[in-house]
Nanobody, 124 residues
């Protein structure tokens, strides 16, 4: 069983930066693929970024490439999402998700464990 807790959200002006953290309980977290998703009212949860435990390969949705960076510190059982050059359209509730075996990192249904979500608001 893994429990995930997000932190680091808040309000920022366009062009600014935030760093989200996803801290896990459970010693096996280093073996999990971890992703960030985001959701706005009335829309489906959208894939943002993911990092695997094998080789720490990273994946990003096109709209955040070059602006967001996902990384992990297994010693601290934490995954980070560094968000730079933020835009108003990045405003959403951001969720951390994790699972061991994933066939498609883009699909929310592939992840068994989820955080409670954290609000990110980018003002124009």
């Amino acid at each position: 069983q893994v429990q995930l807790v997000e932190s680091g959200g808040g309000l920022v002006q366009a062009g600014g930066s935030l760093r989200l953290s996803c801290t896990a309980s459970g010693s096996a977290f280093s073996r999990y693929t971890v992703a960030w998703f985001r959701q706005t009212p009335g829309k489906e949860r959208e894939f943002v970024a993911a990092i695997t435990w094998i080789g720490s390969d990273t994946y990003y949705t096109d709209s955040v490439k070059g602006r967001f960076t996902i990384s992990r510190d297994n010693a601290k059982i934490t995954v980070y999402l560094q968000m730079n050059s933020l835009k108003p359209e990045d405003t959403a509730v951001y969720y951390c998700a994790a699972n061991k075996a994933i066939s498609s990192i883009l699909k929310p249904s592939q992840y068994d464990y989820w955080g409670q979500g954290i609000q990110v608001t980018v003002s124009s």
